[in-house]
């Protein structure tokens, strides 16, 4: 055997051994309505909740968890109009731009789900904040360059808020790993 033929032979072995989770359909259904829920009355309450994104995070951990890009964008997709019904017709939301958003990370999300292990705390918090960021540059690029908005880009505001959404992430994602199934 040539150094060539083991060295592909070792990525075989090593793709098929990455964990590919499933979830029962009560988990797939209510687990995404609830984080809706939440992100769309807690807020009323609590004055800081509104930086927190539920909703992406359960794109994120559902698409990392399945390592399928397409039903990664199939879950940001539904996942994303859902929050946009909810969020309704708003001044600067239009009905879509969290579906566009949440497609794009659920399908990088699942796709780097791949490559690297995603158990770990410390990944899950860097896959968290690197993809708010871009959940937000996606959200801004929409609106400001397709719908012609006239909204602001803040790199302070959302480098704190991917911060939150990073160690709040950490362990939404320890909750939602009781509902992985193999």
């Not at 209510?30 to 994104?53: G, K, M, N, S, T």
């Not at 699942?110 to 968290?128: C, M, P, Q, Y």
């Amino acid at each position: 055997m040539t150094t060539r033929t083991m060295a592909f032979r070792g990525s075989l072995t090593a793709r098929d051994q990455i964990a590919v989770y499933e979830f029962a359909w009560p988990a797939v259904i209510f687990i995404p309505l609830a984080a809706i829920a939440i992100q769309a009355f807690l807020p009323v309450r609590v004055r800081f909740f509104p930086v927190l994104d539920l909703p992406m995070m359960v794109v994120i951990f559902f698409a990392v968890a399945r390592r399928n890009p397409i039903s990664g964008c199939l879950t940001g997709a539904i996942i994303g109009l859902l929050q946009d019904t909810i969020a309704g017709p708003m001044p600067m939301h239009a009905i879509g731009m969290y579906g566009i958003a949440d497609t794009v990370i659920g399908f990088a999300a699942s796709s780097l789900g791949v490559k690297i292990d995603t158990e770990n705390h410390g990944a899950r918090f860097l896959i968290t904040y690197v993809f708010f960021v871009a959940h937000q540059a996606i959200y801004f690029g929409v609106a400001h360059e397709l719908l012609r908005q006239s909204v602001q880009w803040s790199w302070p505001k959302v480098a704190i808020s991917a911060l939150a959404n990073a160690v709040v992430g950490v362990f939404v994602y320890g909750f939602l790993d009781r509902f992985k199934q193999r």
